[in-house]
T-cell receptor, first 113, second 112 residues
Framework: NAGVTQTPKFQVLKTGQSMTLQCAQD?????MSWYRQDPGMGLRLIHY???????DQGEVPNGYNVSRSTTEDFPLRLLSAAPSQTSVYFC????????????FGQGTRLTVV | AQSVSQHNHHVILSEAASLELGCNYS??????LFWYVQYPGQHLQLLLK??????LVKGIKGFEAEFIKSKFSFNLRKPSVQWSDTAEYFC??????????FGTGTRLTIIP
């Protein structure tokens, strides 16, 4: 099994550009989430989904959109990139958020110039 | 507000030293507790977890953690660290909702 696959691994954007970070999992997990990791701030939840067709906001949702049309995929869209969105982004999936292990992707390092 | 605190931001130890990393949370209800590790350049991996039962839980690579409900703590320990334990360690808590809240992380550097 591939687990959680994120693409791309690295990306440089200009301010104002839009892009989509892809996340796919092959473990039939209902729960998927996106985090951003910044130095000294740990991982902060951007958006999450408890199943296909259901999404909700996390701690830092502004500037990001998500959708969940299938169980496998959970893309994260940056609408108009800003330098403050320079970060490392991780996608995670689990059977349930409460008491099961979360599996993380390899991360996407995004730089906005 | 529900939060997770890791007060040790950077810990430097020599090989064979004992390790204890602190994790505290603010919430009086039922919680599920996790420690994740991120080795340099890699993604997060689960070290151990606590849901219920024996408050002393053992994880991979010789790590263990103790849940002390009265202190709202879930500290990570290892009796003798190795150079390969150099990594960033994150405590994470589920507060009975649909989210997993992470602490700010502790960077551990082991000196050979």
């Amino acid at each position: 099994n591939a687990g959680v696959t994120q693409t791309p691994k690295f990306q440089v954007l200009k301010t104002g550009q839009s892009m989509t970070l892809q996340c796919a999992q092959d473990m039939n997990h209902e729960y998927m989430s996106w985090y951003r990791q910044d130095p000294g701030m740990g991982l902060r939840l951007i958006h999450y989904s408890v199943g296909a067709g259901i999404t909700d906001q996390g701690e830092v949702p502004n500037g990001y959109n998500v959708s969940r049309s299938t169980t496998e995929d959970f893309p994260l869209r940056l609408l108009s990139a800003a330098p403050s969105q320079t970060s490392v982004y991780f996608c995670a999936s689990s059977y349930a958020p409460m008491n099961t292990e979360a599996f993380f992707g390899q991360g996407t390092r995004l730089t906005v110039v | 507000a529900q939060s997770v605190s890791q007060h040790n931001h950077h810990v430097i130890l020599s090989e064979a030293a004992s390790l204890e990393l602190g994790c505290n949370y603010s919430y009086g209800g039922t919680v599920n507790l996790f420690w994740y590790v991120q080795y340099p350049g890699q993604h997060l991996q689960l070290l151990l977890k606590y849901f219920s039962g024996d408050p002393l839980v053992k994880g991979i690579k010789g790590f263990e953690a103790e849940f002390i409900k009265s202190k709202f703590s879930f500290n990570l320990r290892k009796p003798s660290v190795q150079w390969s334990d150099t990594a960033e360690y994150f405590c994470a808590v589920n507060f009975g909702n649909e989210k997993l809240t992470f602490g700010t992380g502790t960077r551990l550097t082991i000196i050979p």
